[in-house]
């Protein structure tokens, strides 16, 4: 019988035995953080959460052990297998539930499922070596970029106020030749000074314009002592930006030692690469002997310093959750995904691609991941945000109704003159109040009671 023909009886053998009821599974896994860890006796971490919800959406019992060797799986100088692949291919294990890296030589020897998680490579290394002082506009980011627009409108709002407030109060006239020296220009030079804590005298006298400048004021501290907050805050903050971005970043220099797992998929990946960026960095990890031969290896000489170890990226970013002193490069490259690895033909892998699916769509994976993936770190000297102008709108609800109230009292003021004018000249206080906002905003002289009867004397 052909090898294709055993393949067919023994897939259809294993199938009627599933067929036949709950079956209970042999499965192998690695133990690694977060994905399986050891509690007391037993096991606990995200494959053996996975692995629970899959057996019950298939409705099977398992028995799980550790790896014998430790390892992964890859093929010796004699062809062979070892580490849970090989164990899965010997029959030792039905499937292997691990942070296993689905590869086209894996697939020659074993079938396996849909991608449980994607992942990528990137690499580590500590923040100091990653820092980056070249942001020369740093102190225009510590307000967002909506909050410099409202501030803009409210300066200008607020200048154009007082400009009117003083053109319509009377008591802004009361100058020697009936002067006004609030012009369009030193109401905008005046708002300025008021914002920068700095005089800039004259100030106004009427009552209205009094209250728009006392809002504006207090809307200028709280503004300043955010902003003063803010930059305390970047100060004395570490820069976490990165200098060393990408993977070419790295390949550049010789002043920071990097390297990843001996013999893993990511040692081979660069190895087999044809970009010559990527075989470069194989290059000098081989020449310079820099891998490691675990991760927990890996991590611990990054946490040392001077040393950017290359990873998954998954498993990366738990490393920077539970110490805060590293950090990860953005750039992420060799998208691939963990998957659940069974025997040849084995038709255990249709059910755990769809159990997997359905875990995916039913937001199951993600839960999963925050929970295992939690990060300790707390940022105390954290780098702050852009401040926004939610954080602020009750000054800006202050200012605007303190721009109200000032027009509100200016027109009130000009009213009570225009009735006294009105009074006295036996005229409509109506047209007396269009006559001198007229002056007014004409810049011409603005008739007093007084001037009025010299007049007609």
């Not at 294993?14 to 096991?43: C, D, F, H, N």
């Not at 740093?138 to 970029?145: P, V």
């Not at 990226?313 to 963990?338: F, H, K, Q």
């Amino acid at each position: 019988m052909t090898p294709l023909g055993l393949i067919l009886v023994s897939s259809a053998l294993l199938a009627g035995v599933w067929a036949a009821g709950p079956q209970t599974l042999r499965v192998t896994t690695i133990k690694e953080e977060p994905y399986a860890m050891s509690k007391g006796s037993e096991l606990e971490g995200f494959c053996i959460d996975l692995l629970s919800a899959v057996s019950k959406k298939l409705d099977f019992k398992y028995d799980i052990h550790l790896v014998k060797d430790g390892r992964y799986g890859i093929t010796d100088d004699s062809g062979n297998w070892n580490g849970m692949i090989g164990e899965v291919v010997r029959g030792e294990a039905d499937i292997a539930v691990a942070p296993l890296t689905l590869t086209a030589k894996r697939e020659t020897a074993v079938d396996m499922s849909k991608p449980f998680m994607q992942t990528g490579l990137s690499f580590i290394l500590m923040k100091d070596l990653a820092s980056d002082d070249s942001q020369f506009l740093s102190l225009l980011n510590l307000f967002s970029t909506e909050m410099w627009m409202g501030l803009l409108v409210a300066y200008l709002l607020t200048s154009a106020c007082i400009f009117l407030v003083s053109r319509i109060s009377p008591c802004e006239w009361e100058q020697p030749e009936n002067e006004n020296v609030f012009t369009l220009s030193h109401s905008f030079w005046y708002t300025v000074g008021a914002l920068t804590l700095q005089g800039a005298g004259p100030h106004p006298k009427a009552l209205s314009g009094r209250v728009i400048t006392a809002i504006w004021w207090l809307f200028s501290l709280v503004l300043l002592a955010c902003y003063f907050a803010n930059l305390s805050l970047w100060l004395h903050s570490d820069n976490q930006q990165l200098s060393i971005k990408s993977f070419e970043d790295l390949a550049n220099q010789n002043l920071i030692e990097y390297g990843t797992i001996k013999d893993s998929s990511s040692f081979a990946f660069f190895k087999n690469s044809n970009n010559p960026t990527y075989h470069r960095i194989y290059e000098h990890i081989k020449d310079a002997q820099s891998y490691s031969l675990t991760a927990t290896e890996g991590i611990h000489r990054a946490l040392k310093g001077n040393y950017a170890f290359i990873g998954e990226s998954v498993s990366l970013d738990l490393a920077v959750a539970r110490y805060c002193n590293l950090t990860r490069a953005p750039e992420i490259i060799g998208m691939r995904g963990y998957s659940i690895a069974a025997p040849l033909g084995s038709p255990l892998v249709k059910n755990l691609s769809v159990a997997i699916l359905q875990l995916s769509e039913s937001g199951e994976l993600d839960y999963l991941r925050s929970k295992w993936w939690a990060s300790s770190c707390v940022a105390k000297n954290g780098k702050s945000a852009p401040l926004k102008p939610a954080s602020l709108k009750g000054i800006f609800l202050l200012l605007a109704l303190g721009l109200g109230l000032g027009l509100f009292l200016a027109l009130m003021e000009l009213a009570a003159k225009s009735r006294k004018i009105a009074n006295t000249q036996q005229k409509s206080c109506c047209s007396v109040m269009s006559a001198e906002l007229s002056q007014r905003f004409r810049g011409g002289e603005v008739t007093s009671p007084q001037s009025s009867e010299k007049s007609k004397a």
